[in-house]
């Protein structure tokens, strides 16, 4: 199900400069991540690839990523990525 609306206030903590572990609450709905210094050149991660383009773009070295879940819980491969930003009307950025 595509929720339009959610709860901001845990990834604006996430991302505020000098932000610390205390500030969000354990176990909580946003699991943070850490990149690799390097980017997708050196890890072809999702997480390398979000640093990389809110960087490319000229914004500080966060983001917010999600992954899609297909309704068995296995993870959306890029079929149903492709299909899912289609029917959303959604870009879908591939590296």
Excluded: W
């Excluded at 609306?5 to 176990?27: C, M, Q, T, V, Y």
């Excluded at 990149?35 to 072809?44: F, I, N, P, S, W």
């Excluded at 997480?47 to 809110?54: R, V």
């Excluded at 999600?66 to 993870?75: I, P, R």
């Amino acid at each position: 199900m595509f929720l339009p609306l959610i709860e901001l206030r845990p990834f604006r903590a996430a991302i505020a400069d000098g932000a610390k572990p205390s500030d969000l609450n354990r176990p909580g709905h946003v699991f943070p991540l850490r990149a690799q210094a390097g980017g997708v050149l050196t890890r072809g991660g999702h997480t390398e690839a979000t640093i990389d383009l809110m960087t490319l773009a000229g914004f500080k070295p966060a983001g917010v990523l999600c992954e899609l879940t297909n309704d068995d819980g296995t993870m959306a491969r890029a079929p149903e990525c492709i299909e899912f930003a289609n029917k959303h009307n959604m870009a879908l950025v591939d590296y």
